[in-house]
């Protein structure tokens, strides 16, 4: 981005660099398909139904959301095909999911006995029949049923005359051994064996399981490669970010997105203050964590000793290096910062910047804050 163009803008901007993000499309398409496994993508990341739309175009069969209100705004702008990769346990969203599901191909995730006999009763009411998913718990210790409970939950949900089992499905993220590791390989083979294992187990008791499920972005190639997973779910790729870079699921250069933002005080030589805070910036992956031990809450693009230090609400401090302070930034200048966490920085904006070239355009986040 050239400075002219940068200094129409107004920050703090989140900018995504269009043909960054055509290339991530494109990479994650073509390796779901030379491993002839189904592409699914989690519009979390982006929450933007034209985006998801060209994900599709370019071989995804559908997509993923967590929400019942994101899957309707998705629908609303052409989206026909979604699984909603999340438990929905009240009468009021199972009743929406139900309509939904008249009018597109929907999917829902179920994790517990109770779960199932609500979806059971609504769709009963209904007469309609919904297509469920089993979620299992492969060692994130979130939703999901633990692993040695599933077999005996599938077979109650199999026999529910308005619930269609179709398939099981997990995150797990970059854990090995029920620990975050580095090793994205390893731990995208553990995933994948757990889950065709248990279907298989499944299959055996005589549950018709077609759909294995698994895969977030730095394991999604990895677990693809298990003969046996039809599907993965990868969402960060679309425009990647800190944290993939240092899982090593991308480099910095193919990161789509970054923020702008303004330097508005310079109290000392060796800190700056920018337009960008914690309403900004997501602050859901801390700095020092294990295992990435990231440095600050963002990587700047123009400075490479310094460091996003600290964020209260409307201010950020970048700590400045030797080589920064010899940039010599002055009030009024603008940074570009690739976020830790794209997914939850993208949720804080109402828009988005599309750059192409050297023209640019505002973008609707339009499922952004669709929560219930």
Do not use: W
Not at 102 to 111: A, K, N, P, S, Y
Not at 220 to 245: N, W
Request: glycine fraction near 8%; charged fraction near 20%; hydrophobic fraction near 45%.
């Amino acid at each position: 981005m050239t400075e002219r163009l940068m200094n129409t803008l107004e920050t703090p901007c989140l900018i995504i660099d269009a043909q960054r993000m055509d290339r991530n499309i494109q990479v994650m398409a073509d390796m779901a398909r030379n491993h002839q496994v189904n592409l699914r993508p989690h519009a979390k990341t982006h929450k933007i139904p034209a985006i998801a739309l060209q994900q599709i175009e370019a071989g995804a069969v559908g997509i993923t959301v967590a929400k019942i209100a994101e899957a309707e705004v998705m629908a609303a702008h052409g989206i026909r095909d979604i699984f909603i990769a999340y438990p929905l346990v009240t009468a009021s969203k199972i009743e929406r999911a139900i309509r939904l599901s008249q009018r597109i191909e929907l999917i829902v995730g179920v994790d517990s006995l109770a779960g199932a006999q609500l979806l059971e009763q609504i769709a009963g009411r209904h007469g309609h029949s919904l297509q469920v998913r089993l979620e299992i718990d492969t060692g994130l210790r979130r939703t999901g049923v633990l692993y040695d409970q599933a077999a005996a939950l599938a077979a109650e949900i199999a026999g529910m005359p308005h619930l269609r089992l179709t398939g099981i499905y997990t995150f797990r993220g970059s854990l090995l051994a029920g620990k975050p590791t580095l090793d994205i390989a390893a731990a995208g083979k553990e995933e994948g064996t757990l889950m065709v294992q248990l279907a298989e187990r499944l299959r055996a008791q005589g549950i018709a399981i077609s759909d294995v499920s698994v895969g977030s972005t730095p394991t999604a190639a990895y677990a693809a490669a298990v003969e046996g997973v039809t599907e993965v779910r990868p969402g960060t790729y679309v425009f990647h970010d800190r944290m993939q870079a240092r899982l090593g699921a991308c480099d910095l250069e193919d990161c789509a997105g970054s923020v702008l933002v303004t330097v508005v005080s310079r109290p000392s030589a060796e800190l700056a203050i920018v337009d960008g805070g914690s309403k900004t910036f997501a602050t859901d992956i801390q700095p020092g964590t294990e295992p990435l031990q990231l440095r600050g809450f963002g990587h700047i693009l123009e400075l490479e000793d310094a460091t996003l230090a600290r964020l209260t609400e409307e201010h950020g401090m970048i700590e400045l290096g030797p080589q920064a302070q010899a940039a010599n930034l002055r009030i009024g200048d603008k940074l570009r910062i690739i976020p830790n966490h794209i997914c939850s920085t993208v949720n804080l904006h109402n828009h988005v910047v599309m750059q192409r070239d050297q023209a640019y355009k505002r973008l609707p986040v339009l499922a952004r804050g669709m929560l219930e």
